[in-house]
């Protein structure tokens, strides 16, 4: 299976986040309670930390980049060779994570 | 509705002494006449109780007021009953509005920063930023050092806008305190006009790349049936787009008063709640105007920064407004102090309209912004400065119980002109 890790809407409608960055490159494995993610808004900087395991498919803004809040940051497999998403706005189950604010 | 500003009787009354000191008397009490200046606020603050400004004795018998209450009666519109320090108030402003060089010229920047409240992070470290000049016009040699945890630095990371230091929290044991000299250059910033070549009323056409800069949802920004019947109320007459963003302005002048206002007392809609509350502050007063410029089909945004009054040295934001291709003209709110809310003042009333003086440049929102890192602010908060010696101290403190949160030590030199293009002090480019 194939889960989506989503930039959480609650922060706001119309929020933009900032990628600063990415602690596994694509194709690597997180493990459960491994770092994925740190992004900023103009408030805080939020590290974004694996509650389950997996491969890291896609990323998709690189460091320096935008996300908006409630979009896509990334793909995480089950397995490397699962099939992935036809698009990024697919119906995806979310991956779960923490989000912390550092 | 949002009824009247709330009082958070919360400051001793030493403090908002100090206040009325460095809005009325800074130059005064700079020039040698500590006391004197300090005893010119002390009656006005008894002016101001005795005519009803709110109060209450705290647990230990100490007056306690609300930090912005006391600052915010003395001002009067051009016209109207003022205290009798109004005018000291005023010429205090105006002193610091004509008192910089508009060609380039070369400042010394200093801050000292002392975060007190920051985001435990076991295990990661923790993250602290200082602004930067942001625009290449303004930037030069900087020097940053952690001063408390000596010996917490575990990386540093420096880019436009911002100097990032991350701390091992390990190190830490009370407040983290780090300073930062930089040397810039800034200058007036101006209507630059349009290109050569085009017409002389620009259509102010979005571009691509300008759509961060057209949303109706940016900090307080957000939809507002108020805001949207007042740009409509401004969007009909004859002139070209900047005669209209002129009209913008001086409705702006006329209708709000420059002043604190509690973030508590908005409502959902924040700018409908400032238009009904008839007070802003900078970056209310820029948001209202980003707000309508964008109601009206103009890419605009909020800068922010500092401004480099001698006397008046601290943080500020304003507005710029995009005309045409690379033109971003400059406005500020704040030169409402400055006409007491006159724009047919004919020396004061446009001042900041279409320039603005020689600044500090850190942020131009939404993604140029030098961020709070670890240490974000408190959910409720106000703000409190004072004279420290030389230096002016700007401090933010926790709602309701008055803790601090930070504190920033500011100082300033001019060293000299610098020989090249004027213009980096406000309007340009990104």
Known sequence: MTRSLVIPADLGEGVEVRVLLWYKAEGERIGEGDAILEFETDKAIVVVTAR?????????????????????????????????????????????????TT | MTAGPSQQLVVPAADVVEQILVQCWIFEARGGDLDGARARAERTLERLLSRGLPARRGPGGELLLDPYAAVNALKSRAGAPADESWPAWQATTRRNATSLPAAPHRYRFLLRREWHAFAPSPGRPL??????????????????????????????RDSPGRVELRVDPAAVRGP??????????????????????????????????????????????????????????????????????????????????????????LDADPLGSVLRLGVADCVLGSSVLVALARALGFPARILSGFLLHPANLGPHSWAEVKLGPGRWVPFDFG????????????????????????????????????????APPPPAWFRLERLRGRRIEHTLHALPDGRLARRDLLDLELLGPEGGPVGSGGAGGA
Not at chain 2, 218 to 244: C, F, H, K, M, T
Not at chain 2, 340 to 355: I, Q, S
């Open chain 2, 176 to 265: 983290v305190v780090a300073e930062l000299g930089v040397t810039f250059v800034a200058g007036e910033g101006r209507d630059p006009g349009p290109p050569p070549g085009a017409p002389a009323t620009g259509s102010g056409a979005p571009e691509a790349g300008d759509e961060p800069w057209l949303r109706d949802r940016e900090g307080v920004i957000a939809p507002s049936p108020a805001l949207a019947a007042l740009a409509a109320s401004l969007a009909g007459g004859a002139g070209d787009p900047r005669a209209l963003l002129d009209r913008v302005y001086d409705r702006l002048i006329s209708l709000l008063a420059f002043g604190d206002v509690h973030r508590g007392d």
């Open chain 2, 127 to 156: 993250v602290f930023r200082l602004p930067l000049p942001l625009r290449d016009a303004q930037r030069g040699a900087a020097e940053v050092s952690l001063v408390e945890p000596a010996g917490g630095l575990v990386d540093r």
């Open chain 2, 335 to 374: 030169a409402w102090c400055y006409s007491a809310g006159d724009p047919t003042d004919p020396v004061w009333g446009g001042f900041f309209r279409g320039r603005v003086d020689a600044r500090l440049v850190a942020e131009v929102a939404p993604r140029d912004f030098t961020g709070w890192g670890s």
């Open chain 1, 52 to 100: 389950q395991g997996g491969v890291l498919r896609r990323c998709f803004a690189p460091a320096g980049e935008w996300l908006g809040a409630g979009q896509v940051a990334a793909w995480v497999s089950d397995g490397a060779d699962d099939p992935l998403p036809g698009d990024r706005g697919a119906p995806a189950e979310a991956l779960l994570a923490a989000f912390e």
